[in-house]
């Protein structure tokens, strides 16, 4: 069974730090996606990543995927009030083609102003 | 910016009834899914489809539930005989031709049993 494992859970910090969210497993997955969620929101897709060692920017979010393709980070640079929501990562555990998303279990970030 | 459509937002149903929640996903995309989340806990997958047929589902899908594209435009999630740990938000999302690199989620429907 394909696990994800996001790391902390819950995170509260000030405005202007930076702060680094993990995504783990034991099991290899062809592509990794990153996802905010707000409540009573669906999730809105912010990366997806391919490549292993594959690093993307989106302005103060970089996004990396290990280098065997089993782990995944989200690093926000300077957070602000607005980044605050639920952050989830999700492999995509097809067999078959069929492109399901399996996903963690989330980390939540509040930033104080 | 193309958005998958989700109705109703928020239903109520007596337990033992069927309900019918509806998705119009977006409209040049091919691979189009089911996904629910029980409150406070992880997104799971129900369904994929693709080319008129399920592609793969979860255990979770048993033969409570089933799925539809009737039109070529809506798709459909029924569950014949509610029961109150199907009380969930459902998310329809949908995928273009590259599958699991580039899905959109809909805003969810609320489902509660009562």
Same mark, same amino acid.
């Given at each position: ?17 930076? =702060? #680094? ?8 997955? @062809? %592509? !990794? ?5 707000? /409540? *009573? ?19 103060? =979010? #970089? ?8 782990? @995944? %980070? !989200? ?5 602000? /009030? *607005? ?31 | ?114």
């Amino acid at each position: 069974t394909q696990l994800l494992e996001q790391s902390p859970q819950f995170l509260s910090i000030q405005e202007g730090e930076n =702060l #680094t969210v993990y995504c783990n497993s034991s099991s290899v997955f @062809s %592509s !990794l996606q990153w996802y905010r969620q707000e /409540p *009573g929101e669906g999730p809105v897709l912010l990366v997806t990543v391919v490549t292993g060692g594959e690093v993307k920017k989106l302005k103060r =979010l #970089t996004f990396q995927f290990g280098d065997a393709r089993k782990d @995944s %980070s !989200l690093h926000i640079t300077a957070a602000q /009030p *607005g980044d605050t929501g639920l952050y989830l990562c999700a492999g995509d555990g097809s067999k078959d083609s069929s492109y399901k998303l399996i996903f963690g279990s989330g980390t939540r970030l509040l930033v104080r102003p | 910016e193309p958005e998958v459509t989700q109705t109703p937002s928020h239903q109520v149903t007596q337990m033992g009834q069927e309900v019918i929640l509806r998705c119009v996903p977006i409209s040049n995309h091919l691979y189009f899914y089911w996904y629910r989340q029980i409150l406070g806990q992880k997104v799971e997958f129900l369904v994929s489809f693709y080319n008129n047929e399920i592609s793969e589902k979860s255990e979770i899908f048993d033969d409570q539930f089933s799925v539809e594209r009737p039109d070529g435009s809506n798709f459909t999630l029924k569950i014949r005989s509610t029961k109150l740990e199907d009380s969930a938000m459902y998310f329809c999302a949908s995928s273009d031709a590259q599958g699991a690199y580039y899905y959109t989620f809909g805003s969810g429907t609320r489902l509660t049993v009562v």
